[in-house]
């Protein structure tokens, strides 16, 4: 596969429930990032990682954990989430280090929390 | 706080038509801005990016212009096609110290009619 991957695409979850979204660049780049998009909000930034090191986290609420493993893998773990959690989740990845600053996304996964 | 704003919401014009989409940042103290298209359902794909030293970039039938000082950015799409129909998003980032973390205009959702 190529460019960015993410699965599931779909995903629907109980309040109490634990699941976890995966993101995959085959892009060779150093950063990824985890974007939220609500309903009727601009997309937002959530998570920022260079090279495995989470280097921004813009005050997501603690239900929301990232891993980032290795620098082509990235994981968003969901645990006792809300309804106004309910969005579409993007992943992206860019090469900084050679000053390419285009961030390339994924194709999304859709969270309804129930 | 960087705000990006997006007007209008939503545009509909016939085939053939230029668009002409606007975006507005409050800081002048950006990097650099980007211009993507948004399929329904799908991931961003970047069409353009103007550098804060750039006054516009062109590729095909697109041209996107900057006006740093005044906050404002324009794209234009030329002679429109159904296939351009998709939400259109900007996005600034900020002085390149402060990293990749781009904030997001809500978008223009366009609408392309045969």
């Known amino acids: 596969e190529t460019g960015v991957t993410q699965t599931p695409r779909h995903l629907v979850m109980g309040m109490t429930n634990k699941k976890s979204l995966k993101c995959e660049q085959h892009?060779?780049?150093?950063?990824m990032y985890w974007y939220k998009q609500s309903a009727k909000k601009p997309l937002e930034l959530m998570f920022v990682?260079?090279?495995?090191?989470?280097?921004e986290n813009n005050s997501v609420p603690s239900r929301f954990s990232p891993e980032c493993p290795n620098s082509s893998h990235l994981f968003l773990h969901l645990h006792t989430l809300q309804p106004e959690d309910s969005a579409l989740y993007l992943c992206?990845?860019?090469?900084?280090?050679?000053?390419?600053?285009?961030?390339?996304f994924g194709p999304g996964t859709r969270l309804t929390v129930l | 706080k960087q705000e990006v704003t997006q007007i209008p919401a939503a545009l509909s014009v016939p085939e053939g038509e230029n668009l002409v989409l606007n975006c507005s940042f409050t800081?002048?103290?950006?990097?650099?801005l980007q211009w993507f298209r948004q399929d329904p359902g799908k991931g961003l794909t970047s069409l353009l990016l103007?550098?804060?030293?750039?006054r516009e970039q062109t590729s095909g039938r697109l041209n996107a212009s900057l006006d740093k000082s005044s906050g404002r950015s324009t794209l234009y799409i030329a002679a429109s096609q159904p296939g351009d129909s998709a939400t259109y998003l900007c996005?600034?980032?900020?002085?390149?110290?402060?990293?990749?973390?781009?904030?997001f205009g809500g978008g223009t959702r366009v609408l392309v009619k045969p």
């Open positions: 800081d002048s103290a950006i990097y650099n």
């Open positions: 103007i550098q804060s030293s750039q």
């Open positions: 892009l060779g780049h150093n950063a």
């Open positions: 990682y260079n090279f495995k090191e989470q280097t």
């Open positions: 996005a600034v980032r900020p002085f390149r110290a402060a990293g990749n973390k781009l904030t």
């Open positions: 992206a990845s860019s090469d900084d280090l050679a000053g390419g600053d285009t961030q390339y």
